[in-house]
């Protein structure tokens, strides 16, 4: 059974950063595709980044582009999400997910989240103005 558990979330001031962590265990191959996700109260959860873990491709959302950085240490089973030039409209609950045994992730990340069948419980990110 897969298991994601993230850490790293915190409260922030606008402009500043922070490092997500997702652990997964339990899994069993290594072309997955593994990514994050954010939700706000009300709204539906959205893509804001993925990584296909086989050849490390990584995609991003364009309201993220250019600020965050998803990466990954198979070593670890661990991956990363580095979180730049942070703003308000970025606070969210981040989800790790993943979906394994896939020939990659798609290159657009909006309306990925039906693809993922591994989640895990979130971790909450707050910046302030």
């Known amino acids: 059974q897969v298991q994601l558990l993230e850490s790293g979330g915190g409260s922030v001031q606008y402009g500043g950063s922070l490092r997500l962590s997702c652990v997964a265990s339990?899994?069993?191959?290594?072309?997955?595709?593994m990514g994050w996700f954010r939700q706000t109260p009300g709204k539906e959860r959205q893509g804001v980044a993925l990584i296909n873990t086989a050849r490390g491709s990584a995609f991003y959302d364009d309201s993220v582009q250019g600020r965050f950085i998803i990466s990954q240490d198979n070593d670890k089973n661990t991956v990363y999400l580095q979180m730049n030039s942070l703003k308000p409209e970025d606070t969210a609950m981040y989800y790790c997910?993943?979906?394994?045994?896939?020939?990659?992730?798609?290159?657009?990340?909006?309306?990925?989240?039906?693809?993922?069948?591994?989640w895990g419980h979130g971790t909450q990110v707050t910046v302030s103005s």
């Open positions: 339990g899994i069993s191959y290594s072309n997955n595709c």
């Open positions: 997910a993943a979906v394994e045994n896939v020939a990659g992730c798609p290159s657009v990340v909006a309306g990925t989240r039906p693809l993922f069948n591994y």
